[in-house]
């Protein structure tokens, strides 16, 4: 990885153009690393592609960049989201760096009957997207979207996009965890067996779905229960976990 910095920005890109940074981003490149005129930095907007740029000028609120070459071209994202129950806030900001890490294209936060978290600050969480990319040489920043109650999100659901759920329960409600009877089967065998397309991933709370929505998600043709072993996993473990075993069944991990 560079060492040189590097920046999303919002702006149009093309070589030999010039961009005015302010806010924050001037702040970090003049006062926290201290760069100067001819000091190199690398920007890109999710469209563009990746451009080098070094530091114009500065004054005490902005930094100007001219434009340089191009060196990477815009690529795509699988067309893979991250549907959640927000955690305590800081497993929930790991979620969101590791959805992003782990090339999601959209994260959205889904309120379900055993959400723990009272307030989900999308704003905050969309910083930590734009960071994480930031630091991962993602060429593009992946959408945080509002929060919503999951009944409304599978009410609004396309069913051309399919959507897995990691379902630890079984079917028989007077044992823990509902026993073995009804388990899910295994992540990767219901992976290979689903053909490529847009695809959804959803990740319940510590407390695992109600058995309403559980039967709920069951009874949707698009929606693909799956198991992620013997052990019950922290959600933010289930979310990485699932994302990477779905990278590198149907994603760009094949590559």
Known sequence: MSATPRLYV???????????????????????????????????????????????????????????????????????????APLKK??????????????????????????????????????????????????????????EKLGAVLASWDSSRLLIFADEAGDDQGRPWGGEAGRAGSILDVLQGVADGPAAILIGPEGGFSPAERSRLRSLTYVRPVGLGPRILRAETAAVATLSLWQAARGDWRR
């Open 90 to 147: 800081a497993r929930t900001d790991f979620v969101v760096e590791k959805a992003v890490e782990l090339g999601a294209a959209e994260i959205r936060p889904v309120l379900t009957e055993r959400t723990d978290a009272e307030t989900v600050r999308v704003d905050r969480l969309q910083r930590i997207a734009v960071e994480a990319a930031e630091q991962t040489e993602r060429l593009d920043v992946p959408p945080v979207r509002d929060a």
């Open 10 to 84: 919002a702006p149009d890109l093309a070589p030999g153009g010039q961009l005015v940074l302010d806010g924050d981003q001037a702040h970090y490149l003049t006062r926290v690393l201290r760069l100067a005129a001819g000091d190199p930095v690398r920007v890109f907007n999710g469209r563009d592609g990746e451009f080098d740029a070094s530091i114009a000028g500065s004054t005490k609120s902005t930094a100007t960049l001219d434009l340089a070459a191009r060196v990477r071209e815009q690529a795509a994202t699988p067309d893979l989201w991250l549907l959640f």
